[in-house]
């Protein structure tokens, strides 16, 4: 059984950063693609960026190109969201999981308050 377990989140006023991290355990993580996701309440989850299993490749929506930068450390099963220049519309509950083919078992996500 696999679990996710994301952390990092709060409330932070437009502008500011925040760092995600995602601890992964019960399935291979080294050799899964990841992503973060992000939902807000009556809207799809939104897929935010990705990063390949090596770490050489990432993606990124267009909404947060040159702000977030997704990384991971595969020694320690953790896949890591930096956020930086933070706006209202980034507010969401963030979830990381496999990509392309995300999971069942989502863990129970972070949330992220961008307010002032």
């Known amino acids: 059984q696999g679990q996710l377990v994301e952390s990092g989140g709060g409330l932070v006023q437009p502008g500011g950063s925040l760092r995600l991290s995602c601890a992964a355990s019960?399935?291979?993580?080294?050799?899964?693609?990841m992503a973060w996701y992000r939902q807000t309440p009556g809207k799809e989850r939104e897929l935010v960026a990705s990063?390949?299993?090596?770490?050489?490749?990432?993606g990124y929506t267009d909404s947060v190109k040159g702000r977030f930068a997704i990384s991971r450390d595969n020694a320690k099963n953790t896949v890591y969201l930096q956020m930086t220049s933070l706006k209202p519309e980034d507010t969401a509950v963030y979830y990381c999981?496999?990509?392309?083919?995300?999971?069942?078992?989502w863990g129970q996500g972070t949330q992220v308050t961008v307010s002032s």
């Open positions: 019960g399935f291979t993580f080294s050799i899964n693609a």
């Open positions: 990063i390949s299993s090596s770490g050489g490749s990432t």
């Open positions: 999981n496999t990509q392309p083919v995300p999971r069942t078992d």
